[in-house]
């Protein structure tokens, strides 16, 4: 198979959009990160952000498992299976050992240190926290941890079912993907009466998982069936048309929200949006699949008609992005804490921290791996 640029190029964007995604958080929208600023974006510029973020959430990190299940046939049949699992524990289980036992601890050090002053040194701080296991988190590395275990599993399946000749087929008709998205949208209404979002089991949200599961097997039948070859223009127009409703959608689902907030409180109507036999919770998890189908088709499309050449530019930029999505909290958190006392509306910090942490983390990214040790492991 030819190298697809696009989607190399796409994986950086949402990279870039991964720490723009949690700059937002830092300014005043719903979601956990490391630090929020103490001086958030005023009601409006929350509400912007808000939207901002639930969009970015409902579809970014499952087109990357998509991308990473498309990728995976190819590699396993070029590896097989020992080697590709070698590779595969290698290239994500170091990084989570050293972000868990390191890069997670002087993280948390130097926001200590730079909010209160080096209150314990950082050797004792990091036996007593990190070594005895009081603290195992893996933050942003959950998407390494999943992939892992997806890979593992993905391994066991092509060992029971043996390998097999790619099986050319049309792209889904505009039928399978709305039955698609209504499928997944109840699967993931179920899922979440038992795992609100928010929950998390071994540092995973399940209650996003019915959308990661499916759209990383999705990109394994996708290369096997060569869907992204030509994806019809019936399955774009439709994507826009998902699109412009999810937007409407959002809309409404946030002002429907304001309301609840006003009526019973944030938190509790936090909690019915989150999961639950709720209404809420069931518009969230139907409203969620327009974005992923809508988004996934028209930037699978737009990607491979607009970007799929080679350029130096964007591989510069590109080939690092795995890299920056490992470093990405040690550069924003310092970075926003750096501007915690700056008198600047929210939504301007935002876009200047967020801007400043995409730049300077690829400038780390890239000078990181001119290391041998560093690019012998994230490539």
């Not at 990728?71 to 994500?92: C, I, M, N, Q």
């Not at 060569?226 to 002002?255: C, D, F, Q, S």
């Not at 969230?284 to 607009?306: F, H, K, N, S, T």
Request: proline fraction near 7%; charged fraction near 10%.
């Amino acid at each position: 198979m030819t190298r697809l640029h696009y989607l190399d190029y796409l994986r950086a964007g949402l990279v870039a959009l991964v720490l723009f995604h949690h700059t937002a958080i830092t300014y005043g929208a719903p979601g956990s990160w490391y630090y929020t600023d103490p001086h958030p974006a005023g009601p409006a510029a929350q509400g912007l952000l808000t939207m901002f973020v639930a969009w970015n959430q409902a579809y970014f990190m499952g087109l990357l498992f998509f991308i990473s299940g498309y990728l995976s046939p190819t590699s396993y049949a070029r590896k097989g299976p020992g080697r590709y699992l070698a590779d595969r524990l290698w290239r994500f289980g170091i990084p989570l050992v050293a972000y868990i036992f390191f890069l997670q601890p002087l993280l948390q050090y130097v926001m200590n240190a730079m909010q209160h002053g080096p209150a314990v040194a950082a050797v004792p701080y990091w036996i007593h926290h990190y070594l005895t296991l009081q603290i195992v988190d893996p933050g942003p590395l959950w998407f390494i941890e999943a992939l892992l275990v997806f890979d593992v599993l993905f391994v066991g399946w092509m060992r029971w079912r043996g390998q097999r000749p790619a099986l050319p087929a049309p792209f889904p008709g505009n039928g399978r993907i709305l039955a698609f998205a209504l499928v997944l949208g109840l699967s993931s209404f179920l899922v979440r009466i038992a795992m609100p979002v928010g929950q998390t089991f071994a540092a995973l949200q399940l209650g996003y998982f019915p959308g990661y599961v499916a759209l990383f097997v999705l990109g394994v039948d996708a290369q096997r069936r060569g869907w992204l070859e030509l994806i019809p223009g019936r399955a774009v127009r439709l994507a826009k048309r998902l699109v412009v409703i999810a937007l409407v959608t959002l809309v409404a689902g946030v002002v429907l929200l304001a309301t609840q907030v006003a009526a019973v409180g944030a938190q509790a109507a936090s909690a019915d949006v989150a999961g639950g036999l709720h209404v809420a919770a069931l518009y969230y998890a139907l409203w969620e699949p327009l974005v992923i189908c809508g988004m996934c088709i028209w930037l699978l499309d737009w990607g491979r008609r607009r970007l799929n050449r080679p350029s130096p530019g964007w591989k510069a930029w590109s080939s690092g992005s795995y890299l920056v999505y490992i470093i990405q909290p040690l550069v924003l958190v310092p970075l926003a804490l750096a501007f915690r006392f700056a008198a600047w509306p929210g939504l301007l910090k935002f876009l200047v921290v967020g801007t400043l942490a995409v730049v300077l983390a690829n400038v780390i990214a890239r000078l990181l791996r001119q290391l041998g040790p560093v690019r012998s492991v994230v490539g």
